[in-house]
């Protein structure tokens, strides 16, 4: 059997370790345009100087070797063609498979600014390459813009903070991390944000991107007329799954290639899995991306294992979760910030350093807030996934614990 894997994130990585788990004879084969392995997560460490490039790698130094991986690394495969079930590279060789995973991942999304795709100095954050030149410009800069106050967006704020360039960040909401936090939470870390220096804008648009002579920005014009200075930009406006590759098959694509439960496309023998991948979601019931590492992780394995043969359903598909620490102050989210409507009832218990907001609906837990102290909180997560009923905890709802619902089996996994 031959497997072939694209991609070197996190779910392929985890597919292929699984598969190996489950097939010690079988040929596995990895292809990636990227030559390292690397967590996207901590590309703002590398930024800020934290870490380098061989402390963002997570995964053992042989772990190629000792898994029996062929890794052909630093190349772009430009086609599938199932029907001969193979591959074309950009340097026309192509790669034939028996099973495919697709793990491509996403790339940033850029809006249609004025200048802002023609300007140099612009950027993205999603790969190495970005962050390394990103701290590399830096270096020569004193003002910076961050368009988009997302989790990346803020993380590369930070980044270039600690190397001591002032950072605007341009918001079109009416706060920081409009996805994750409510207002009370966001207010608080941008609070903290702008004490370090950070200059935080909010329901702001950019209009157009300033350059000099020699087209190296110089600054942003918002569409108020206000003029925000800065010689390097980061865009941090969403991303798009990778799917350039599929184009002219009959895979089925929505936002994203559309994978069932068992993680397979509308093709057999045709995988997909991480950010990429478009699945039914679980807190939603819909069809969606699900662009977190956890679930990139489980989505690999579940997919290595249908590839070998063994039948199995990634079940706790629940992408609505969040957590964070900026600055010392740790969040962690579960499912909904705000409630929808009157149909909510809205808890929250607060005191200096420590804020949580639970919101239910027909006594069951739709949304969980935890900042300050997070120890505990993850049964909140459990409750939402699992939509069990809360009529007789309601009393002491801000103490529940997994003992209160749960069992822990032989395996360490707790049931309900």
């Not at 402390?55 to 991986?69: M, T, V, Y």
């Not at 790969?127 to 590399?136: F, G, R, Y």
């Not at 184009?247 to 929505?254: A, L, P, Q, R, S």
């Not at 019931?285 to 699900?290: D, P």
Request: charged content about 25%; overall charge negative.
């Amino acid at each position: 059997m031959r497997y072939v894997i694209v991609g070197a994130s996190a779910a392929g990585i985890s597919a292929a370790k699984k598969l190996r788990e489950l097939d010690d004879d079988s040929e596995i084969t990895i292809i990636s345009k990227d030559d390292k392995v690397y967590s996207r997560c901590m590309l703002h460490y590398l930024i800020g100087g934290q870490r380098d490039v061989e402390e963002l790698n997570f995964i053992p130094k042989d772990f190629f070797i000792e898994n029996k991986i062929n890794w052909i690394k630093g190349k772009t495969v430009s086609s599938v063609v199932p029907n001969q079930k193979s591959l074309i590279l950009e340097d026309g060789k192509s790669i034939f498979y028996d099973k495919l995973l697709l793990a491509t991942g996403a790339s940033s999304f850029f809006p249609p600014i004025e200048n802002l795709s023609e300007t140099e100095g612009i950027y993205g954050l999603r790969n190495l390459d970005d962050a390394l030149e990103i701290k590399d410009s830096a270096k020569e800069i004193e003002q910076a813009i961050v368009i988009g106050a997302g989790l990346v967006g803020i993380d590369a704020a930070i980044g270039l903070a600690e190397l001591g360039v002032k950072v605007s960040v341009i918001e079109m909401a009416d706060r920081i991390l409009p996805l994750q936090l409510d207002d009370k939470l966001a207010a608080k870390y941008q609070a903290k944000f702008e004490e370090s220096g950070i200059e935080i804008i909010t329901n702001a648009r950019a209009n157009k991107v300033l350059a000099d002579n020699e087209n190296y920005v110089r600054g942003l014009e918002l569409t108020d007329g206000q003029i925000i200075d800065g010689k390097l930009i980061v865009v941090a406006t969403g991303v798009r799954p990778n799917i350039g590759l599929i184009k002219g098959t009959e895979i089925e694509v929505d936002q994203g290639i559309i994978v069932d439960e068992y993680q397979q496309s509308s093709l057999e023998d045709i995988y997909a899995a991480g950010d990429v991948a478009q699945s039914k979601e679980l807190f939603t019931n819909e069809l969606a991306l699900t662009p977190i590492w956890p679930l990139a992780i489980k989505q690999g394995e579940v997919a290595a294992c249908n590839m070998v043969g063994i039948t199995t359903r990634l079940s706790d598909n629940f992408a609505y979760q969040n957590s964070m620490r900026f600055l010392g102050l740790s969040t962690i989210t579960y499912g909904l910030i705000e409630a929808e409507d009157d149909g909510y009832q809205t808890l929250i218990r607060e005191d200096k350093d420590n804020y949580q907001k639970l919101i239910l609906q027909n006594n069951k837990l739709k949304g969980a807030i935890f900042q300050g102290e997070i120890n505990g909180s993850g049964v909140y997560g459990r409750l939402i996934k699992d939509k069990i009923d809360l009529s007789d905890k309601l009393d002491d709802i801000f103490n529940l614990t997994y003992a209160d619902f749960f069992k822990e089996n032989k395996d360490g996994v707790f049931s309900y």
